[in-house]
């Protein structure tokens, strides 16, 4: 068991250490170091949160090494060099590591303390306002997400999300202890085991009371703001990603630069900016309706261009209407189809006419609709899954669908056998 540093002082930056042992290992999948010291203040990866990083300067040749992953066996923390970032001539000086001073990313250490204490204020309060328990925790260097056996209102996140940032306000200080075995007997608090032996419980006062094992801040203030960014549904209960301190003024910045980007192009004030978006949706929406209309009159006009033809669907003849375009989506497919068999059904002799609509390009293929008053189009689509593969469904009257094929591809396969 070596010393962890980390544990007397949150804010410990650097430190000396003899060396107990270095060993060349593999560690998932790749060559490393594995340094073991006598005392550190890197902290592993463990609970739910990425490993510290930072140097190990050699204090005998001054050279310098990047420690890229720490984690802890059997409560001994080691730490990870990539082989491949050691050059052949610096082999022998790791090998032979006997004093070292280690240091931090301090900067990414205090921004995990800022949003690892958010968190702690987070959970705490969403267990208190509705009783959730936090079942899952992740917190690396881009995000920090917490799974609860709870779902929310947009209302209930407003209000959790005001508790905790008037905790950051109140400036409190955070408490660390370690209880003994009796005391924790009588001491409420969360954890998502059963644990034994020390356990170091973090207190924000009327706010949580926790066992944790991480760095904290020491007061409530550091924490900065604390944004809750998403709540989504996830395994019946709910996925939460918060950002606090740094990360929630970074995210702000990005989401207020999107803003000012859509308010020039919108030419609309930045808090028009959801207004602006309504009224361009609406006014697409409109448009969309007008070029439907206009697709759904020029598919008419190809409709009754085009005369129909003898087609074979497996060794039967039908008259069929085949019509090819680029431009019309489906649902005015669709309707041309529908309205067409309403019309040939007007027509005795043109009854059992096949209306189909291929819907594409000869490079991405073609969406179709098939339909007919008669005629029993699933024996068409059984011809398009057959030869060309293609996918789709439907009933007897009108089938959708799929195919990856060219027109001409299309053509001969309908083509009349007996020709």
């Known amino acids: 068991m070596n010393e962890k540093l980390y544990n007397i002082d949150a804010y410990a930056k650097n430190f000396t250490s003899d060396v107990v042992s270095v060993s060349e290992r593999v560690f998932e999948n790749e060559q490393v170091y594995d340094i073991v010291l006598e005392n550190t203040c890197f902290f592993p990866e463990q609970g739910g949160q990425t490993s510290d990083t930072g140097l190990i300067y050699d204090l005998d040749s001054e050279k310098v090494f990047k420690v890229f992953h720490v984690s802890t066996e059997n409560d001994i923390e080691h730490h990870f060099v990539r082989a491949v970032e050691v ?27 800022q949003n690892h204490s958010g968190e702690h204020l987070v959970s705490g309060t969403v267990h208190r306002f509705f009783g959730y328990d936090n079942v899952g925790f992740s917190l690396s260097s881009e995000n920090v997400t917490l799974d609860f056996n709870g779902t929310f209102t947009d209302e209930e996140l407003d209000r959790v999300e005001r508790e905790v940032n008037k ?45 944790c094992c991480a760095p904290h801040v020491k007061r409530t203030g550091e924490i900065g703001m604390i944004k809750i960014v998403s709540a989504e549904h996830f395994k019946g209960g709910t996925r939460m990603t918060i950002r606090c301190g740094y990360r929630a003024l970074a995210d702000y910045g990005t989401k207020l630069s999107s803003c000012k980007s859509i308010s020039k192009t919108l030419s609309v004030p930045v808090d028009d900016v959801s207004k602006g978006v309504a009224k361009l949706s609406e006014d697409n929406r409109a448009l969309s309706f007008k070029i439907n209309g206009l697709y759904a009159q020029i598919l008419a006009l190809k409709a009754d261009s085009i005369k ?60 179709f609709c098939i339909g007919s008053g008669e005629t029993d189009c699933r024996k068409v689509l059984g011809e398009l899954k057959t030869g060309l593969n293609a996918k789709g469904g439907g009933s007897e009257t009108m089938i959708q669908g799929s195919v990856s094929a060219s027109e001409a591809e299309i053509r001969e396969l309908f083509r009349r056998r007996n020709e």
């Open 308 to 367: 129909p033809e003898r087609i074979n669907v497996s060794e039967e003849e039908f008259e069929a209407l085949m019509i090819f375009d680029g431009c019309a989506d489906m649902n005015t497919a669709r309707k041309l189809v529908s309205d067409r068999i309403k019309l040939e059904q007007n027509t005795e002799s043109a009854a059992g006419m096949l209306v189909s609509i291929f819907i594409g390009d000869e490079e991405k293929g073609y969406s």
């Open 167 to 211: 905790a950051v306000y109140e400036n409190f200080e955070v408490i660390v202890t370690y209880p003994t075995e009796e005391e924790l007997k009588t001491l409420e608090y969360r954890s998502k085991k059963e644990l034994t032996g020390e356990v170091r419980i973090v207190e924000y006062p009327g706010y949580d009371v926790c066992a």
């Open 87 to 113: 050059k052949e001539t610096l082999k022998d000086v790791i090998m032979n590591l006997k004093k070292v001073r280690g240091e931090i990313n301090w900067e990414e250490r205090y921004d995990k303390m």
